[in-house]
Structures are given as C-alpha cells and as structure tokens.
C-alpha cells in the first residue's frame, strides 16, 4: 500500500488565506486574476505609488466532501502598524476551522 491512499486524503482539510483589494490608482476598480496572469502588464499597476484603500483577508478551507464558510479576518489593532496577527488568525480558526470539523 502507498503511504497516500484515498483514505489518507478524505481525512485532510486543507485551508488558506486570501487578500482582496481594490486597486490603488482606481479606488472604485477591482482586480481579479488568476496565477497564470501573474505579469500581464494590463493587470499589473508597475507605477503603484499608493496603498490600497480597501484591503481584505479572508480564511477558507475545503476536505473531500465539505468546503467552510468564507471568514473575513479581523485586524489586530495591537498589532504592528494595525494589521494581521496571531491573535486574527487563532479568531478566524475558531470561527471557521472547529465548526468546518465538527
């Protein structure tokens, strides 16, 4: 038997995080792309000389069978410069892996 079996792989839960942003030099524009559109110059803003003014983390996980809900990620204000910590993502676990599990 291999070490992967159809077995092994029905007990796994993968997840990941995502950021979301508008674009910076189109506030009210949105950017959706795919990996393999990584460097296509009319997707890419080279001359980005500003942050976002929207920016969004979500947490997600799928398994063989299920998918999760889509958990917006809460900033950390303690965190360094406002961001995401360690605290935000024990919070999006809580509220989106023990319920995707039970």
């Not at 079996?5 to 979301?20: A, H, N, P």
């Not at 001359?47 to 063989?64: D, E, N, R």
């Not at 406002?82 to 935000?88: D, E, I, T, V």
């Amino acid at each position: 038997m291999t070490p992967f079996s159809t077995l092994t792989f029905s007990q796994i839960c993968y997840t990941d995080e995502v950021i979301v942003s508008n674009a910076p030099n189109n506030p009210d524009g949105w950017i959706f792309r795919r990996p393999d559109e990584k460097y296509r110059t009319d997707l890419v803003n080279v001359q980005q000389h500003v942050k976002p003014t929207i920016s969004l983390m979500f947490w997600g996980g799928i398994a063989q069978d299920k998918q999760s809900y889509l958990i917006p990620m809460t900033r950390d204000k303690t965190a360094k410069k406002g961001g995401y910590s360690s605290w935000s993502y024990r919070k999006a676990l809580t509220e989106g892996l023990l319920p995707f599990l039970d």
